[in-house]
């Protein structure tokens, strides 16, 4: 990654679940676990939290889900301090998501 000291960088997880299958949103609901990332990075680098888009909703039976079945950018803004010194450095991101099969 290319810092620039003081700027706020946006970062993207993207999703694309093959057909029939989907991913969850921060509540997934009745079932499943939302999608996590973090991060590897020197010290000073902060991130927000995911800025989750807006889900879709999953049922079977009695069991209401919501997620994403379609392509979906988990955003994140990567803030660099204003007294970093401007250059590279290497981001280690480490993402953990379920997928399961959509009614």
Same mark, same amino acid.
């Given at each position: 990654?290319?810092?620039?000291?003081? +700027?706020?960088?946006? !970062? =993207?997880?993207?999703?694309?679940?093959?057909? #029939?299958?989907? &991913?969850?949103?921060?509540?997934?609901?009745?079932?499943?676990?939302?999608?996590?990332?973090?991060?590897?990075?020197?010290?000073?680098?902060?991130?927000?939290?995911?800025?989750?888009?807006?889900? +879709?909703?999953?049922? !079977? =039976?009695?069991?209401?889900?919501?997620?994403? #079945?379609?392509? &979906?950018?988990?955003?994140?803004?990567?803030?660099?301090?204003?007294?970093?010194?401007?250059?590279?450095?290497?981001?280690?991101?480490?993402?953990?998501?379920?997928?399961?099969?959509?009614?």
């Amino acid at each position: 990654v290319h810092a620039v000291p003081g +700027e706020s960088i946006p !970062l =993207a997880l993207r999703l694309l679940p093959e057909p #029939g299958w989907h &991913t969850y949103w921060r509540n997934p609901g009745d079932s499943g676990l939302p999608t996590t990332l973090d991060w590897d990075a020197p010290e000073g680098i902060t991130f927000s939290d995911i800025q989750w888009p807006r889900p +879709e909703t999953f049922r !079977l =039976a009695n069991i209401v889900n919501y997620g994403y #079945g379609q392509e &979906t950018l988990h955003i994140v803004d990567m803030q660099v301090p204003a007294d970093w010194p401007a250059g590279n450095f290497r981001l280690s991101p480490l993402g953990s998501w379920l997928v399961t099969t959509s009614p």
